[in-house]
């Protein structure tokens, strides 16, 4: 039990290459490395989970490397990279801006910048959620950070970067990480599941990418507990039930019984999901979804906004095909009035089943409202 190490740890990116879904970055970085281009102080922002403090340690490393490759990374072999691995190195400091964040604090950092470096080439200071620091400490930080030794390279990474003064942007040169995509988080719990021997479905994999939300640290906790869950074998099943989410065939069903202007059988699916332990909510939301994934599927400009597995995006393209546009539209916008008004409804069960009676005779109206316009022409 003691020697067990979470995957999000385990699996920290070493290279630039191994880090997921932010190439723009770590290519960009590469290049500055061996070009020898290296700013004084860079800005990493972007939402958490997505590698910032991770290029930052690599970025840091590669600096020091007494080794570096050819490609810009770092050898993680030398006496520099080891030290670091190992928690040792004396060039490479790390400041959580969270729990650090007085002006005392940022006093005492500038003091350190001024000692050279015994041995390496420079001294790296990362600066972790930056926007926590108070507004005296930025005011004491701003002409160092303008002007430092030529020994040392500032790394600061948050995840708001709009609470930074933008006296302090203005001296840094600015990364924005992006949300990772779903089949890029995917593939690489596909290659940890390999590695790690676990058994596994990858639309299962897909699906934690989608409930992660593009955070790559979300996605390998929520993978790491569902292996526990499903006892080294991770399903599509297990994890929908895991993560208490609704399968996706209810939507589709709901769609069908829709279009046939079948209502009860719309309140006996609601029934259905309710007494799986869903909340009417949740499925009102989710159908809103769904709706918005069948409307950016009648159009090949928009379907690569779909995230999600092929054989599912089959189905979505088939079922957008055989529905009218305006129909899905007025479906999407009934459905987005009520989850609104659920949000402080007494009855929220009551307020989705009469919003399913509504989507299920939707298009009669929508054909009563089209004549009626006709004939106003017409007149």
Request: net charge negative; aromatic share 8%.
């Amino acid at each position: 039990m003691g020697n067990y190490i979470v995957s999000a740890r385990k699996y920290r990116p070493g290279t630039f290459d191994s880090v997921v879904g932010q190439e723009h970055i770590t290519r960009t970085l590469k290049s500055a490395i061996l070009l020898k281009q290296l700013a004084h102080a860079f800005l990493f922002s972007g939402p958490r989970g997505v590698g910032k403090t991770t290029c930052a340690r690599i970025l840091a490393k590669a600096i020091n490397c007494e080794n570096l490759q050819p490609d810009g990374e770092p050898c993680n072999e030398c006496e520099s990279c080891q030290a670091y691995n190992q928690g040792k190195s004396i060039n490479i400091h790390e400041l959580d801006a969270a729990s650090n964040n007085s002006v005392d604090d940022i006093r005492n950092l500038i003091e350190q910048t001024r000692y050279v470096p015994v041995n390496g080439k420079r001294s790296v200071y990362i600066i972790d959620e930056v926007h926590m620091l108070s507004q005296a400490a930025f005011n004491a930080f701003l002409k160092t950070l303008e002007e430092p030794p030529p020994h040392v390279l500032f790394i600061l990474a948050t995840t708001e970067k709009h609470k930074i003064l933008p006296t302090i942007l203005s001296r840094c040169q600015k990364f924005d990480f992006r949300r990772i995509r779903v089949e890029d988080i995917a593939r690489h719990l596909e290659d940890i599941s390999r590695q790690e021997q676990i058994e596994y479905e990858y639309p299962a994999l897909q699906q934690i990418g989608m409930k992660s939300d593009g955070c790559l640290r979300d996605a390998l906790s929520l993978f790491d507990q569902l292996v526990s869950y499903a006892g080294g074998k991770v399903t599509f099943d297990k994890v929908l039930e895991s993560l208490n989410i609704l399968d996706y065939d209810y939507f589709f069903r709901s769609v069908d019984l829709m279009r046939a202007q079948d209502h009860p059988a719309l309140l006996l699916l609601l029934d259905e999901v309710v007494e799986r332990g869903f909340e009417a909510k949740d499925f009102l939301t989710g159908l809103l979804e769904h709706f918005r994934n069948l409307l950016i599927s009648q159009t090949p400009e928009t379907v690569k906004l779909l995230e999600t597995s092929e054989n599912v995006k089959e189905r979505y393209l088939a079922q957008a095909r055989s529905m009218d546009a305006t129909l899905l539209l007025n479906a999407f916008h009934l459905t987005s009035e009520t989850e609104q008004k659920l949000r402080y409804a007494a009855h929220p069960r009551l307020l989705t089943e009469l919003t399913l009676i509504k989507l299920a005779h939707l298009s009669s109206a929508v054909r009563v409202a089209a004549g009626g316009e006709d004939e106003k022409k017409k007149a």
